[in-house]
């Protein structure tokens, strides 16, 4: 058997996958053309392995590691679209883009706003009463206790 054949049927899998990775929205359709892409791939290491008549069929253990590897990658992936799915509803590529996490413009505490006198490292926020010169410390807001009780119980223990 020639070469060709099977290197120019890896080749169009490869590059039907490919398209599907470029072109999907759905992230299940994705993982299947990474699959085609994969499977490419063993076709040309067993393709090789043939033609080359190797003793150890080298390209035949990698064909098997591949597909382990693969069975791992769409295990973890499915996984992955699924927890996803779960939370926001949808496995649409461009759904989830829109809807990622972005920063609150109203949070008084975010790091990036420009506004705030106190920067990111600032114990006390722009709602603490206590600035940084306050002789009681930082207000711990757990503490049900404020600075003038915890005055009035070191009089009472002295």
Known sequence: ???VYPAVLAALLFCTGLYGVLARRNVILILMSVELMLNAVNLNLVAFDVW???KLHSGQALTLFTIAIAAAEIGIGLAIVLAVHR???TTDIDKLRDTAESPDPDDPHDPEDPDDPHGP???HGPDDPHGPDDPHG???PDDPDGPEDREEKAEAAA
Do not use: I
Request: charged share 40%; proline share 13%; no cysteine.
């Open 52 to 54: 080359l008549r190797d």
């Open 121 to 123: 490292d600032d114990p």
């Open 87 to 89: 939370n926001r509803g």
């Open 138 to 140: 930082p207000h711990d």
């Open 1 to 3: 058997m020639h070469l």
